[in-house]
């Protein structure tokens, strides 16, 4: 909204629009958010550079002498002509007060204030109040009002003595004159600010915690509150200073002046932080940035300068109100539409959230516009705004009483999910078992790697699989095995060799057909290497001599970025990139390559300890470029992301679950993981090097290998499925010594913990129930957590805090104490495995293997990932939690249990499909995930990575000659030392 009327205002005020929009709309996407306090003292700096750049090149344009000082001095220079000096039209109504001597340092002190203020409610914002900040126009209007309180004075009457005057001759005579225009504007300005709360603060929450033993949420709601105030103040303040400023010159000069200052006083606190964090890690600091992070500061630091010099005109040709109540409008307006267009689905079930903030912000914007004697909004008449924003509004009402909440009549949808992982499993069985022979087989494989001939010895291998049910699909092993083409066998020796003998790793080798292992790093880990030993001397004589470095931890170590796993253009690209990467190389060819050694070994066995930020950082660089965990990344950790589960779920249920262990397409599980949240125990290595592990998410490039687990050879208890307790049970430990402010409040057990004995009266939780009075037609429904954990029963906890001894260790024990150790899962139906810290729950095969269902929530990717179906096999829960009540409320039934919403539900539990997974699972695990079945895949394994490692790799293979016979090359002798 304006009121000048002149095209050069209404272009300042659409420019202002256009980067508050950009903003709010990109800053979530950039890196910056990682680093606030350095992010924002250099959009400072630089947008206080470009305040004093445009100064030197605006003064020429003709239409600047419109922006006029309100002081009734002389000119600052030739470009402000005496002759050329007009009054402002706004200063008649809404001129400010002249600054004072002390403004400049007193708008500085509120600007380092507040975003001191926005750092810490920021670093809580699960603990605020959205929307809050839409009372912004409140604060401005007030001041308004209480800076020209003499224009409200009551009017003196004619005669006050006259006898005849009732009360209704002093009401018309309060509302006569200006009084009347002040009420209807506060009135108006009061509904589009409550209206815009409405429909921002029902946004959905998700389970990152307000962890109350170390967050306040009255605290971070008053810093809000606190923070309106202070904007309030710096933008009165900067309006007295730039309106009594002569001159568009020294108008962005001083605008320039207070952001540079600001930014100065800003590197102060950022550089007082560093000290103090340098002072308790020394070798940690976080002076440094890269390009993208450069290059995301100097784009929003143009777009803040745009906003600000564009917004500071606008307020000058009319006040601080009008801005902020068309921000505030087109906050309102967007997020209601939001509402009304997503109705019905399961996140938006109440008509009320869309329609009712319209119904407030529409009538309020129209009423003030024409109070506050508004000729135009942006470039539109009042009038005419009018007219479509009531049209806007008709539609709307319309268009939403039109839908409904989506409804499942008959069939649950857990129910359909489970037919179709039926269909789904059948079909990929038949087709991973269709060979009958080892030439069929090697036809296959050809058609699945583009021609290429599978490796040698691939007929022995075919006879060692023979009688399996999976002979054809070995995906993972592809997707494994990919990146390490773009490296030649020498380079990929040489690597092997370096990797055998870091920190943390240990080996097997291969020679002439003998299996002996290295050293371990504690006896512990001894009887699994020698199992896997054994598994491969079964098979070892069709192997060359290699060397297999091994990662016994479930955590994986293989991080390099995105462009270093991507393969050259072309062979002489590629020999260039390798003669860059060892300039040994160039000088003396591939012979030569120990001689980048030395560097490489430093960097693997140095002290590189990796904080949990960095951690973070180096995941999100080795997704691709165009994944959403790069181009969008989740700083709102306090909101539900929505686009983050919609390519895997179905409503609230997970569909998909190969896509949900993609975590490059899922940036908030940055922040929903004890994975990403904890300091790694061991220092991600950055270069593609080969490291064979049992698990991994799809950023690490580690090759997955099947390892036997002690854990796995437990057995299942004598009980039947019914003879079990009907309730979900979960143990964990906490294995981490010391626990970070985010870990606390984003791991995935804390966060389960929370959301099943601990909820907060504003936790709620939306489940798939039948409707009333209608026992075969669900719908999707809105309860409290404390409901809705009173509806399903459950055991969980943490039995074992032995290994937590630092920082925030004891508040945790306080906050969830400690549970007995001694429990079995498995003499429970329903068993919850969660992911580790560092890895998967080492008890997800023996809970397939048992007659109770397991319930998987994980990102990681093991051997075995790709030959489970969620659904079939094992019931899928997503890490956030959001259908976890619903899932369990299927097989378990509410009947006889608490009222939700003042009614019963009295939904039957689904026990047999919940047997029938059991049933189905134990008899897959025995078909596909047995000892025979990991030897299969590891045989499988190593025939491709030995010939990854051959010389002529490109040339030999197992192919059939002209009359049809079979014919495997030999592996070229190349030695292990």
């Given at each position: ?533 054994a598994m491969i001397q079964k098979f070892s004589k069709f192997l060359p001599d290699m060397i297999i470095p091994i990662n016994l931890s479930p955590s994986p170590r293989i991080l390099p970025t995105w462009q270093e796993k991507q393969p050259p253009l072309s062979l002489e690209q590629r020999n260039a990139l390798s003669s860059l990467l060892h300039p040994a190389l160039a000088e003396h060819g591939e012979g030569a390559i120990s001689s980048a050694i030395d560097e490489t070994w430093s960097l693997l066995t140095g002290d590189n300890s990796v904080s949990a930020g960095e951690f973070r950082q180096m995941q999100t660089m080795a997704c691709p470029p165009n994944a959403p965990t790069r181009t969008s990344p989740q700083w709102t950790v306090g909101q539900f992301c929505e686009t983050c589960v919609k390519r895997h779920s179905r409503g609230a249920l997970m569909s998909k679950w190969d896509r949900a262990l993609d975590v490059c397409s899922q940036p908030d599980l940055n922040y929903l993981h004890g994975f990403s949240l904890a300091n790694p125990s061991s220092p991600p290595i950055r270069q593609l090097m080969p490291l064979f592990g049992p698990s991994k998410t799809n950023a690490f490039s580690d090759i997955l290998i099947p390892l036997p687990r002690t854990s796995e050879e437990r057995p299942d208890t004598a009980s039947q499925f019914d003879q079990r307790y009907d309730t979900m049970v979960w143990r964990g430990s906490v294995k981490q010594t010391s626990l970070s402010a985010h870990m606390l409040r984003g791991s995935h057990m804390f966060r389960l913990l ?224």
């Amino acid at each position: 909204m304006v009121q000048a009327q002149s095209a050069a205002a209404q272009l300042t005020a659409l420019c202002a629009v256009a980067s508050f929009v950009y903003i709010s709309h990109s800053l979530e996407r950039h890196s910056l958010t990682e680093r606030p306090r350095l992010s924002i003292l250099l959009v400072l700096l630089l947008s206080g550079c470009l305040c004093f750049l445009s100064s030197f090149f605006l003064g020429c344009i003709p239409s600047v002498n419109r922006y006029q000082s309100l002081d009734d001095g002389g000119p600052d220079d030739l470009s402000n002509p005496p002759e050329t000096k007009t009054k402002p039209k706004t200063s008649a109504i809404h001129m400010p007060n002249r600054p004072r001597k002390w403004s400049i340092p007193i708008v500085i002190f509120c600007i380092v204030l507040r975003l001191e203020a926005f750092h810490r409610v920021n670093y809580a914002q699960q603990c605020s109040a959205p929307g809050v900040e839409s009372f912004l126009p409140l604060f401005l209007l007030g001041y308004e009002i209480y800076s020209n309180r003499r224009r409200w004075v009551f009017p003196v009457p004619e005669d006050p003595d006259d006898p005849w005057r009732s009360i209704f001759d002093d009401l018309y005579d309060w509302f006569s004159g200006p009084r009347v225009a002040m009420v209807i504007s506060v009135l108006g300005a009061s509904v589009v600010s409550l209206g815009t709360y409405l429909s921002t603060s029902k946004i959905n929450r998700s389970t990152y915690l307000c962890f109350e033993p170390l967050d306040s949420r009255a605290e971070i709601i008053a810093l809000q509150w606190a923070g309106m105030a202070l904007d309030a103040a710096i933008i009165v303040t900067l309006w007295r200073i730039i309106a009594y400023t002569r001159g568009i010159r020294l108008r962005l000069r001083t605008l320039g002046t207070v952001f540079v200052l600001s930014s100065l006083f800003m590197a102060i606190v950022w550089l007082a932080k560093q000290l103090a964090y340098i002072s308790q890690k020394p070798d940690k600091s976080d002076l440094a940035f890269g390009s993208l992070y450069a290059f995301d500061a100097l784009i929003d630091g143009i777009a803040f300068a745009c906003l600000a010099i564009s917004a500071i005109f606008w307020i000058c040709d009319a006040s601080p109100v009008p801005p902020a109540i068309t921000m505030t409008f087109l906050i309102g307006m967007w997020m209601s539409a939001m509402h009304i267009l997503k109705f019905g689905d399961w996140l938006h079930l109440s008509i009320s959230d869309g329609v009712l903030p319209l119904w407030l912000i529409i009538p309020g914007t129209i009423s003030f516009t024409y109070s506050y004697d508004l000729r135009h909004f942006l470039f539109v008449r009042r009038f005419l705004l009018a007219a479509f924003l009531s049209l806007v509004l008709l539609a709307s009402t319309f268009y939403a009483t039109r839908q409904h909440p989506r409804v499942f009549v008959k069939t649950h949808p857990i129910h359909t999910l489970i037919y179709e992982a039926r269909v789904q499993h059948e079909h990929w069985a038949k087709h991973a078992s269709s060979s009958n022979s080892p030439e069929v087989a090697a036809n296959i494989y050809k058609d699945n790697h583009g021609g290429r001939s599978p490796p040698p010895h691939f007929d022995e291998w075919y006879a060692f699989a023979k009688g399996g049910v999976v002979i054809d699909e070995f995906r993972q092993i592809d997707e494994d095995l990919r990146p390490f083409w773009n490296l030649s066998p020498q380079v990929l020796r040489e690597r092997a060799d370096i990797m055998s003998r870091s920190h943390g790793v240990t080996h097997l080798r291969i020679k002439k057909g003998e299996v002996v292992h290295g050293g371990t790093d504690g006896d512990a880990s001894a009887p699994e290497l020698e199992a896997l030993s054994a598994m491969i001397q079964k098979f070892s004589k069709f192997l060359p001599d290699m060397i297999i470095p091994i990662n016994l931890s479930p955590s994986p170590r293989i991080l390099p970025t995105w462009q270093e796993k991507q393969p050259p253009l072309s062979l002489e690209q590629r020999n260039a990139l390798s003669s860059l990467l060892h300039p040994a190389l160039a000088e003396h060819g591939e012979g030569a390559i120990s001689s980048a050694i030395d560097e490489t070994w430093s960097l693997l066995t140095g002290d590189n300890s990796v904080s949990a930020g960095e951690f973070r950082q180096m995941q999100t660089m080795a997704c691709p470029p165009n994944a959403p965990t790069r181009t969008s990344p989740q700083w709102t950790v306090g909101q539900f992301c929505e686009t983050c589960v919609k390519r895997h779920s179905r409503g609230a249920l997970m569909s998909k679950w190969d896509r949900a262990l993609d975590v490059c397409s899922q940036p908030d599980l940055n922040y929903l993981h004890g994975f990403s949240l904890a300091n790694p125990s061991s220092p991600p290595i950055r270069q593609l090097m080969p490291l064979f592990g049992p698990s991994k998410t799809n950023a690490f490039s580690d090759i997955l290998i099947p390892l036997p687990r002690t854990s796995e050879e437990r057995p299942d208890t004598a009980s039947q499925f019914d003879q079990r307790y009907d309730t979900m049970v979960w143990r964990g430990s906490v294995k981490q010594t010391s626990l970070s402010a985010h870990m606390l409040r984003g791991s995935h057990m804390f966060r389960l913990l929370h959301h099943i004995s601990q909820p907060g009266p504003q936790d709620y939780i939306t489940m798939i129930l039948p409707l009333p009075g209608h026992k075969d037609v669900y719908g999707y429904e809105k309860i409290s957590a404390t409901d809705a954990g009173g509806l399903v029963p459950f055991t969980v906890g943490i039995h074992n805090y032995s290994a937590c001894v630092g920082e925030n260790c004891e508040t945790l024990k306080k906050t969830f104490t400690a549970k007995e150790a001694s429990l079995e899962p498995l003499e429970y139906r329903y068993v919850l495995l969660l992911d580790e810290d560092d890895g998967p729950s080492p008890d997800i095969l023996r809970t397939i293997r048992s007659k109770s269902v397991p319930f998987i929530s994980t990102i990681f990717r093991t051997w075995y990932t790709e030959r489970l179906t969620a659904w079939h096999h094992f019931v899928p829960i997503d890490v956030r939690y959001q259908a976890l009540h619903t899932i369990f409320s299927y097989f378990s039934g509410t009947e006889g249990r608490v009222k939700v919403n003042g009614r019963e539900t009295g939904m039957a539990g689904r026990r047999k499909d919940a047997e029938w997974i059991s049933e189905e699972g134990q008899k897959w695990a025995d078909q596909a995930l047995g000892p025979k079945e990991m030897e299969v895949y590891l045989f499988r394994l190593l025939l491709e990575w030995g010939r990854l490692i051959d010389d002529r790799r490109d040339d030999i293979g197992f192919r059939l000659d002209g009359e049809g016979r079979s014919v495997s090359d030999e592996w070229t002798s190349h030695g292990v030392s």
